[in-house]
Antibody, heavy 120, light 109 residues
Framework: EVQLVESGGGLVQPGRSLRLSCAAS????????MHWVRQAPGKGLEWVSG????????GYADSVKGRFTISRDNAKNSLYLQMNSLRAEDTALYYC?????????????WGQGTLVTVSS | SYVLTQPPSVSVAPGQTARITCGGN??????VHWYQQKPGQAPVLVVY???DRPSGIPERFSGSNSGNTATLTISRVEAGDEADYYC????????????FGTGTKVTVL
């Protein structure tokens, strides 16, 4: 059974940093691209960042480019999102999502999310 | 950047057909994926590559894509289909390729 478990969320002040993690199990992690998708309270889904199986291809949404860094450790079956210079508008539930095949493929499994709140 | 537009809401009676549109410039040239999200839950993929269904998704869910509009069709709607639905594409022309639609709330009357 595929499982994606996010962690690392919490309350953080504007301008500070936070690192999210996603622990994956139930599939061959290094065969698939992985992504972060967020959802602000009461709002729609927003793709944040994605990384190919070998970290050779990475993409970011304009809203986070230069502030967020995605990475993965295939030996640990883990995905990460380093978030710097956080803003109030980054407040959201952050989902880890697995790509079905290829780097830019639909998301076939999602975690339950970790909540990030940016506030003073 | 590429924009996907969905109607905010669609209402449908049980047993009837719901159609949810997703508009985008020449979206017919892209592969469209659809997600269902129920309150307090993570999204679930219901249609991918315009019209394919993942295993476990009922045949009542179908999709089409042509021109500037993609459509998710839910036949014989059930109360359990009440949810938010999002379309999604990859915009390969940019370096930030993930795009979601604005989302549609489906209400079963």
């Amino acid at each position: 059974e595929v499982q994606l478990v996010e962690s690392g969320g919490g309350l953080v002040q504007p301008g500070r940093s936070l690192r999210l993690s996603c622990a994956a199990s139930g599939f061959t992690f290094d065969d698939y691209a992985m992504h972060w998708v967020r959802q602000a309270p009461g709002k729609g889904l927003e793709w944040v960042s994605g990384i190919s199986w070998n970290s050779g291809s990475i993409g970011y949404a304009d809203s986070v480019k230069g502030r967020f860094t995605i990475s993965r450790d295939n030996a640990k079956n883990s995905l990460y999102l380093q978030m710097n210079s956080l803003r109030a508008e980054d407040t959201a539930l952050y989902y880890c999502a697995k790509g079905s095949s290829g780097t830019w493929a639909p998301f076939d499994y999602w975690g339950q999310g970790t909540l990030v709140t940016v506030s003073s | 950047s590429y924009v996907l537009t969905q109607p905010p809401s669609v209402s449908v009676a049980p047993g009837q057909t719901a159609r949810i549109t997703c508009g985008g410039n020449n979206i017919g040239s892209k592969s469209v994926h659809w997600y269902q999200q129920k309150p307090g839950q993570a999204p679930v993929l219901v249609v991918y590559d315009d019209s394919d269904r993942p295993s476990g998704i009922p045949e009542r869910f179908s999709g089409s894509n042509s021109g500037n509009t993609a459509t998710l069709t839910i036949s014989r709607v059930e109360a359990g289909d009440e949810a938010d639905y999002y379309c999604q594409v990859w915009d390969s022309s940019s370096d930030h390729p993930g795009v979601f639609g604005t989302g549609t709330k489906v209400t079963v009357l």
